[in-house]
């Protein structure tokens, strides 16, 4: 079973639409977040949730709007999609213990 | 704020040969330290970690010592395979920020 899943795996799509990636675990982890890995393998925070409450708010345009119905799906919903946007999004969430984040496999998302 | 340093790729090494890919970091405390790697495509995986100085972190050959009085967490391997070719980034987790901070990644080429 895959313990942090997310959809969907390839996004390609036009600039100034609007669009969603879904992020679920099953792993029982109180908090989860997004990375944003740009086309030079840098991985950067974006937001961060602990059980449906935003914590970690990075400098990030308000076009991109996290959403935690529950404390295991984490949802990002971009608005106005710019080029600039175009890049590999990770969701990750992680439990009590110091043992690191737990990654999904990534969204490659396309902006053309 | 927190930062972490790792020394920039391409790393092209012949099978067989030893592996070192330095890293320092920079934080309040003592973070966790910790490696991930990317396969080509693919997600990021743990690979090993180390949540206090001295301890050595080690898995599928790798090995990573905390040493705090060079703040460095070098990744060593003695013998790479072709299949050990991917993406390898290092990320340190303090606690009172909760936020994973990687290095920028460093790329392992890896020839019969």
């Known amino acids: 079973d895959t313990a942090v899943s997310q959809t969907p795996k390839y996004l390609v799509t036009q600039m100034g639409n609007d669009k969603s990636i879904k992020c679920e675990q099953n792993?029982?982890?109180?908090?989860m977040y997004w990375y944003k890995q740009d086309s030079k393998k840098f991985l950067k925070i974006m937001f961060s949730?602990?059980?449906?409450?935003?914590?970690i708010n990075e400098t990030v345009p308000n076009r991109f709007s996290p959403k935690s119905p529950d404390k295991a799906h984490l949802n990002l919903h971009i608005n106005s999609l710019e080029l600039g946007d175009s890049a590999v999004y990770f969701c990750?969430?992680?439990?009590?213990?110091?043992?690191?984040?737990?990654f999904g496999s990534g969204t490659r998302l396309t902006v053309v | 704020g927190n930062s972490v340093t790792q020394m920039e790729g391409p790393v092209t090494l012949s099978e067989e040969a030893f592996l070192t890919i330095n890293c320092t970091y920079t934080?309040?405390?003592?973070?966790?330290l910790f490696w991930y790697v990317q396969y080509p495509g693919e997600g990021l995986q743990l690979l090993l970690k180390?949540?206090?100085?001295?301890d050595k972190g080690s898995n599928k050959g790798f090995e990573a010592t905390y040493r705090k009085e060079t703040t460095s967490f070098h990744l060593e391997k003695g013998s790479v395979q072709v299949s050990d070719s991917a993406v390898y980034f290092c990320?340190?987790?303090?606690?009172?920020?909760?936020?994973?901070?990687f290095g920028t990644g460093t790329r392992l080429q890896v020839f019969p």
């Open positions: 949730y602990n059980n449906k409450e935003l914590i």
């Open positions: 990750a969430s992680r439990g009590r213990t110091n043992y690191g984040y737990t």
């Open positions: 180390a949540t206090k100085a001295d």
């Open positions: 934080a309040t405390g003592y973070p966790s």
């Open positions: 792993l029982g982890h109180d908090t």
């Open positions: 990320a340190a987790l303090s606690y009172n920020t909760d936020k994973l901070i």
